[in-house]
């Protein structure tokens, strides 16, 4: 039986026992290369629920201030490996209730960077294919046929996954995945070595010019699983005023700087902003970073155990910063 | 998101980017320090009443505890054009409030590394603590501390 399979037993069986109210998973989207959410309420309809490496979205989302509608619904979710580490993080700090929720983990395998690939083709892509595992077929509108390696197509954050069997769940879609030996291999921020390597003047050169597009769309604070004060957001504040209305380097990179500090020590770079960023602001080299930095002064990882508080919300009378 | 850097490092690079100091404008340096009441205030009042010369370019923001001072002030800060920015606050175990200082210091410790990975050099940010009574010692860290920022001269901020 294949992951979705088991998916869609889980989120039929959960509905027929009237245990979830609704059941939110995968589906396909208006074309075989895109995957979106998908809220099912009927049993019968379980059947469109997809699994495939295209599955990027963090669904952890969509319950982080209890919603949709009625606030008492009892929802079920599909997280893969780094997704349940957000809700972790809200379960950590109380922000969501465990007894309303039934959560299927997907053991995970890495997910395709489509933006990466869609860079690889001139024509649109209109198919992506998995004919086995660890491979991907693209077809083209072109008519062009490519078979390529999973591992060269994978979000950047994959490639060093230290969590792809989700850490909280109430069923599991089929049998784990392989997990690195944690003890040994200690996370891996190589992606931002280049970056780190570069002067001050040139950072700040870089900065200016990645931060120059933001739109200030909101996606990906809307989209964060994690930021959750919604219409109490400093961003939108005007009285008082921490981030100027102005759109501009700054002012965009000060914006970014809120939602990063805001997040620290619940955000686990599961990558959905980067994703959801319509201007492909490379939001990971500030989350990245972070994370990086906590690890350093804390060994902590955020949203790895239930009973853990974030190193934010704590203190230790024995912590060594300043002079 | 290594690609995209890269792209847009390479870019950077060829455009040239001006240090600081070249064509940066020759005024006095504006440094903002964000103090907590109880200590670092008392203690920059203490220098006061004691005549210890302190330089002149630095602005002092009031706050209730060293636990109300968040990072992002910092960042607002160099946002506005300071040209450093210097956070003072109670020794531990000294906060009027018990904790707000083991909160602090967290943060802060995180906001200086982040700060300069955005490329603001580590002379024109620095957190501290000053008690109510150590006059000398504020006259030692803000005399040191401008006449850091001083040397790399007045911020041509391109990114906050
Ligand atoms: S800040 Fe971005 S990477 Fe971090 S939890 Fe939020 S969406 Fe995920
Ligand atoms: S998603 Fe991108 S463009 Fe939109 S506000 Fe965030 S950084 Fe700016």
Redesign the interface.
Known sequence: MSRQDHIREFAANALTEKRVDYFIGWKQGYNSSEMIPAFVTDPAEADQLVWNPLCHHNLVTFIKRNMPEPADAKVGLCVKGCDSRTLVALLQEGLVDKDRLYVVGVPCDGIVDRR?LEKMFSSEITEIEFPERGKVKVTTRAGETKELDQKDVEL?GCAHCRYPNPLYSDNTAGPLEKEPDREETKPDWS?LE???S??????????????ATCIRCFACIHVCPVCVCWDKCVNRSRQPE?VSQKVG???N??FQ??H??HV?GRCPSCGAC?RACPV?I?L???H???NK??YD?FGFEPGVKLDEKP??QV???K?Q??? | MAEATNNQASGAATTGAAPGGAGAPDRPVKVVGIVCNWCSYAGADTAGVGRFKQPANLRLIRVPCTGRIDPLFALKAFEKGADGVLISGCHPGDCHYSEGNYYARRKFELAERMIHHLGIPPERFKWTWVSASEGQRWQKVVTEFVAGVQKLGPREGKAL
């Open positions: 990466k950047i992606a280049q970056y780190e570069l002067s001050d003047d040139v950072k700040q050169a870089l900065l200016e010019k990645i931060y921490l380097p700054k002012e990179l000060l700087m809120v990063m500090f620290a980067d492909e490379p990971g080299l500030l990245a970073k972070m930095e906590i002064m190193v934010f203190f230790d009378l912590d910063f300043g002079d």
